[in-house]
């Protein structure tokens, strides 16, 4: 293998080139990953290579320590912990510090990422102890791009999620402050070399907590970092903002000084800064304040009430509003007007912090605030007018509603009006400001007044501009949710308004010549007022099936009119959102959609049988079978042959994991549905989920659901359940198994604990299946005991986790009332589990109802086994 070529191939512009070049690598890697690491490594250092091919060897080396899924990533550090000797170990280490040094910047910046990748593997087993001496020592003394790359290695060390690597820095943090301090210094006299140190100095904050308790070098870290606020250089200041919006993230309680001292001033003379990403990061910083300074307060009202320590709290933003809040106020009003939604800009940062100001301080900056709206309100400069909406809508969350009330009954009319300005802009500020109000304080609205002239403006504006569509759709859904009346109920404020509602919305959306963005829109909007119609409304929900499934039916045809990418990705966005308002409709009249069942069913087979590979609308439309499915019940069967093959594709489809999951779920939906009529399909069903256990392929989320759905099947069969009993009983027993570890990920803690709910979920549904074959169960009583008995020696057990063993607890003694399990259940460990469950405040009802019912099954079990003893 010509390794120079195949390096190049990587980055051809011939996707068959790059994808034969890719294989190649990875066959090498497979063969021998000793020789394919030395290999790509001395390419990496070759100063003779071309940059191209330097840089890509740089990627297949990371590469080949890299996976998304938490269970492969150990794989593949364990190949280089056991298949690799330690004088090729040694070799590449070596190469990859030696290609730091190279002039060819994108060669060391592929070397630094390279090397904290192995750096994840070998410094938490105390390996490579050489690294972070070596890095130290480049910053001190050497050239320029040197340093740079040795910053970035750095940094791209501390900015790991592995967790065993972040564990493991904080023994560093001497090496690292040491190597990144220097580089931050305005000694520095190279600009590339201090942005790297700043930016490194941010990723390793986290890992120098031992250094920031001491008071004298936090504060030279402090003064470093201040000093960079004012280097003159945008990046660097950019970059010191930021950093300082960390440290108020991890340090808030050793603040108050430096607040008091520089932080203040710095930050206000931050936002005014004239070049964006400056004057953004300055305002992020006030962000973090407010997030902070709101969890304190939750912390600190949790911990009165439990009569535990509190935080510090210094009330940084109540202190300063006086002086930040006028200046975002100011920085409102310097909108961008070509700015897309997806547009991060001055503007709309303080608008977040103003939110965020709200929220903290409530009641003390309203004042403030509408002051600057009543003088803007009708400025001549649409600019100010914006500002003013935006302002007045931003601060409908943290004052006390009553202070708000009379403020929107003034202000509402107010706003609706503004739905008419000449500036696109100002009116959608103001759909979105009426959606804020909708949202938060929707008491504040009269039905009687001003539902009618609400709704009016919002569809006006809905029909202005596709501009709009956004804030006005998300205006209305509020709309419908806050007015939604209770569950069931017979009418709601929203009645009256309801079939003109759907008719516009239907009318925003017809034709070919409707804009997408706001079809799409308008479509969620359609199935808000679907999900909250009251009663007296289902007559127009089932009027608009109708219409909804011959717009879905003439869909069909358009697959062969397809001529570019464009068209399809329109035509599946069209399909996906009539789809999820159908789903809506069917969920909302439950059994009443039968009528239109058949209908339903075929043509959302007619869009199976003709979207293509990789679509994203059978995802919507498995979740429209499995609601129609929950309202037929039985009368669902008659859909299943002509469906089944559809579900089976799904569920062995493991190229596309969403749908494959949706199809794991939908299992469960019609095997409930069903009942005993499910069994025929249920031989190929457990195949499809047993082989998607076994396949080491199929990522770890799928195994809970699977599981679960092993429940659903065995409660929907009952004693035919047994064909499948010891198969499954066997898995469970291994998926038991499974722990966490002193050092696992959190994604790792999350699948464990999902993965036992999945494992009492199956056991469940089994014990409830078997409940008249008893004895089918005996085998496998010890293994449910010792899953339970992991579960309450847990101390990370989620509340769903404990309901589920709580009611295996009770089903499995309900099941042998005799008692002869009794021993069992004499354990402390259950008594106590129960007891924790019981007394848990935080647990739902249900929860703490399940647990007592398990107690009583409990004394049952125990009191029938010493009864049959004394007889």
């Known amino acids: 293998m010509d390794v120079s070529q195949v390096l190049e191939s990587t980055f051809s512009p011939d996707a068959s080139a790059r994808q034969n070049a890719e294989q190649q690598l990875s066959q090498a890697a497979e063969l021998n990953f000793s020789t394919y690491l030395i290999t ?14 330097r840089q890509a060897a740089g990627i297949a080396l990371k590469n080949a320590f890299s ?40 060669a060391g910046q592929a070397a630094a990422q390279f090397i904290s990748s192995i750096a994840a593997i070998d410094i938490p087993r105390n390996q490579w102890q050489e690294l972070m001496p070596a890095l130290v020592e480049n910053v001190g003394e050497g050239a320029d791009h040197l340093k740079q790359a040795s910053l970035q290695t750095i940094g791209y060390i501390c900015e790991a999620e592995d967790q065993d690597l972040r564990d493991s820095l904080v023994q560093h943090s001497n090496a690292i402050l040491t190597a990144v301090v220097q580089g931050a210094r305005k000694e520095e006299s190279n600009k590339d070399v201090r942005l790297a140190a700043i930016n490194s100095l941010s990723d390793s904050l986290e890992f120098v907590r031992t250094n920031f308790d001491n008071e004298g070098e936090r504060n030279y870290i402090m003064q470093v970092i201040c000093e960079a606020t004012q280097s003159g250089d945008n990046r660097i200041e950019a970059s010191s903002y930021g950093c300082l919006n960390r440290i108020m993230g991890l340090y808030y309680d050793k603040m108050k000084f430096y607040m008091e001292k520089a932080l203040f001033g710095l930050t206000i003379m931050g936002m005014k800064n004239q070049e964006e990403d400056v004057a953004k990061l300055a305002i992020e910083f006030w962000c973090t304040v407010c997030e902070e300074e709101i969890a304190i307060e939750d912390d600190n009202a949790m911990a009165a009430a439990e009569g535990s320590e509190l935080r510090p709290f210094f009330k940084f933003a109540r202190i300063a509003f006086r002086e930040v809040v006028p200046v975002l106020l100011h920085l409102l009003a310097q909108q961008d007007e070509d700015a897309s939604d997806e547009d991060y800009n001055i503007s709309r940062a303080a608008y977040q912090c ?53 403020l929107i009954k003034q202000g509402l009319p107010v706003l609706i009006g503004m739905m008419d300005d000449p500036v696109v802009q100002v009116k959608d500020s103001a759909a979105f400001a009426l959606g804020r109000i909708c949202e938060n304080v929707s008491e504040s609205i009269d039905p009687q007044e001003h539902l009618r002239p609400l709704i009016g403006a919002l569809f006006g504006g809905l029909s202005s501009s596709p501009k709009m569509a956004g804030s006005c759709c998300w205006a209305l859904m509020n709309l419908a949710e806050r007015f939604s009346g209770d569950p069931g109920c017979q009418e709601n404020p929203m009645s009256p308004h309801f079939q003109e509602s759907i ?83 069917v969920q909302r009249l439950e059994g009443e959609i039968k009528p239109a069942a058949d209908r339903i069913m075929n043509v959302l087979l007619q869009i199976l049988s003709s979207v293509g590979s990789k679509s994203s ?103 035919h359940f047994e064909t499948y ?17 002193e050092s696992a990920a959190f994604e790792m803690f999350d699948y464990v604990i999902s993965l036992r709910e999945g494992i009492m979920d199956a056991w469940s549904g089994a014990i409830l299946a078997m409940k008249t074959k ?63 469950t019981k007394s848990n405040r935080e647990f739902q009802g249900r929860t703490i109802e399940t647990a007592r019912w398990a107690r009583e099954q409990v004394k049952r079990q125990t009191g029938n086994a010493q009864a049959a003893h004394l007889s």
């Open 40 to 53: 790509l490594a001395q390419e990496l250092a070759n100063e003779k290579a071309q940059p191209g091919v």
């Open 67 to 106: 996976a998304r899924e938490y269970t492969r990533l150990r794989e593949i550090q364990s190949r280089w912990l056991q298949s690799v000797d330690v004088n090729t170990k040694n070799s590449v280490r070596e190469l990859a510090l030696q290609t730091l040094a190279s002039k060819d910047t994108r």
């Open 354 to 406: 103003l939110q965020l100001y709200a929220q903290t301080v409530g009641g003390e900056l309203v004042q403030t605030v509408l002051s600057f709206v009543e003088v803007n309100l009708r400025h001549a400069d649409w600019h100010f007018r914006d500002a003013a909406v935006s302002a007045f809508g931003a601060i409908m969350e943290g004052p006390d509603e009553k202070m708000l009330q009379p």
């Open 503 to 585: 008719q516009r919305l239907l009318a925003a959306t017809e034709g070919p010549e409707a804009d997408n963005q706001l079809r799409m829109a308008a479509y969620e909007v359609l199935n808000a007022f679907v999900t909250n119609a009251a009663n007296d409304s289902l007559p127009i929900v089932a009027k608009l099936s109708e219409v909804i499934l011959e717009r879905l039916e003439k869909t069909i045809p358009m697959q062969q009119q397809i001529v570019s990418v464009e068209d399809r990705i329109t035509l599946e966005e069209i399909q996906t959102s009539l789809t999820s308002v159908l789903l809506a409709i």
């Open 617 to 719: 609308v059978p995802d919507t439309v498995f979740a429209a079978v499995g609601a129609l499915a929950n309202a037929l019940e039985e009368d669902f069967a008659k859909y299943m042959n002509s469906f089944s093959s559809f579900l089976y594709n799904a569920l062995g489809n493991r190229e596309e994991p969403g749908l494959c999951a949706m199809a794991i779920g939908l299992v469960s939906d019609v095997t409930r549905a069903l009942g005993q009529l499910s069994q025929p399909y249920c031989d190929t069903f457990m195949n499809y989920l047993l082989q998607n256990l076994s396949d080491k392929s199929v990522s770890n989320q799928f195994r809970p659901a699977i599981l679960q759905t092993f429940g659903d099947i065995a409660q929907a069969i009952g004693s």
């Open 725 to 741: 009993l010891s198969v499954v009983a066997q898995v469970l027993q291994t998926a038991a198994s499974v722990t966490m570890g």
């Open 774 to 836: 008893p004895q089918i169960l005996m085998p496998y009583v010890e293994s449910v005991f010792s899953i339970l008995s992991v579960i309450a020696q847990d101390p990370n057990r989620s509340e769903a986790l404990v309901r589920s063993a709580m009611g295996v607890i009770g089903d499995l003694a309900d099941t042998f009332p005799n008692g002869e399990y009794a021993n069992y259940y004499r354990a402390e460990w259950i008594t106590q589990m129960i007891k924790e």
